[in-house]
Structure formats: structure tokens, C-alpha cells
């Protein structure tokens, strides 16, 4: 399997040649403040299948047994890697195609936020609200697309 990815701007962007194990969320109270979300979705990939194959993330040792990979320039969490591991975690929603590595297991749990279980059960936005900002948002984006490009940004458009 062969995968890509990389953060909302496009400055950092990462290849795996490879699969991606044990795909899960992780509740923890430090990936929620890691993500500024309720969980953070990770996988774990072997150092030999891992090429960063655009720029270079910053780093947070968020503690003497982690540090966490992020885009310097948009903020897009990419990383969490154990310290001497064989390996790095990717967050799955950084992939070009999240849907290629569905999540199996979810850890954390004592963290986990009360209200998880109903979000799936929440009402959807109206059609047309949704679509309307959709559009409005779409005439003008400066979010890397889902595939590599041999050039970014784009000059002068
Ligand atoms: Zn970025
Ligand atoms: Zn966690």
C-alpha cells in the first residue's frame, strides 16, 4: 500500500510506502488539546516506510515519552511519535485519502467526552446553508489538494 499526505497549507507533505497499523482515535486528554478537537485519529507507520517528501514539521515534546509533529506555518497536527521508536504515528485525517484508513480501535477512553457517542445523532446543517458557504468557500481556497503537486503554491493565480 502506498499513501500521501500532508498539512492544510501544503508546506508539510508526507509519503508512505507501506501500511498503516493499529488506525484508531484516541480520546486522551492531551491529543484533545494536541487537535483542539475531541479525539485525534492516528496510525502507526514503520521509520523505513515514512518519507517526508515536502518541508519539515515543527515539534512539541508534549512529554519525555512523546513529541507531537505539526505544520509550522497552518498549524495542522501531522505527527505523534514515541521517543526511540521504530516508528511515527500519522494523524489520519492528514491523509489525501482519510477514507483508505478506516479507525479499529479507540483508546484513551477515560477521557472521553460524555456527549461522543450521540455526535453521529446531531441534525445536519440545512442543504442549502451547507452548500451556499461550500461554494462561497470554494471560489477562492488556499488549501493543498488531496494528491501531490509538483509545485507549491501555484504561481500567480
Ligand atoms: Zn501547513
Ligand atoms: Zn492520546
Keep these: 500500500m502506498a499513501f500521501s499526505g500532508g498539512c492544510q ?39 523505513e ?11 512539541f515534546r508534549s512529554s519525555d515519552m512523546v513529541r507531537r509533529g505539526f505544520c509550522q506555518a497552518c498549524g495542522t497536527p501531522l505527527f505523534f511519535e514515541p521517543v526511540n521508536s521504530e516508528g511515527i504515528n500519522v494523524t489520519l485525517g492528514s491523509l489525501d485519502e482519510p477514507e483508505m484508513a478506516k479507525p479499529t ?9 460524555s456527549f461522543f457517542h450521540n455526535l453521529s445523532e446531531l441534525p445536519d446543517e440545512a442543504q442549502e446553508v ?20 509538483a509545485e507549491w503554491p501555484p504561481k500567480d493565480e
Design 130 to 149: 451547507s452548500a451556499d458557504w461550500l461554494t462561497a468557500v470554494a471560489r477562492k481556497t488556499y488549501q493543498h489538494p488531496d494528491h501531490d503537486t
Design 9 to 47: 497549507c501544503g508546506a508539510v507533505r508526507y509519503r508512505i510506502d507501506g501500511d498503516i497499523g493499529n488506525p484508531h482515535i484516541c480520546h486522551c486528554r492531551m491529543c484533545q488539546k494536541a487537535s483542539g478537537n475531541y479525539f485525534m485519529p492516528l496510525g502507526w507507520v514503520q521509520r
Design 49 to 59: 516506510s515514512f518519507t517526508l517528501t515536502r518541508g519539515a514539521p515543527s515539534w
Design 105 to 113: 480501535l479507540q483508546s484513551g477512553q477515560g477521557s472521553r467526552l
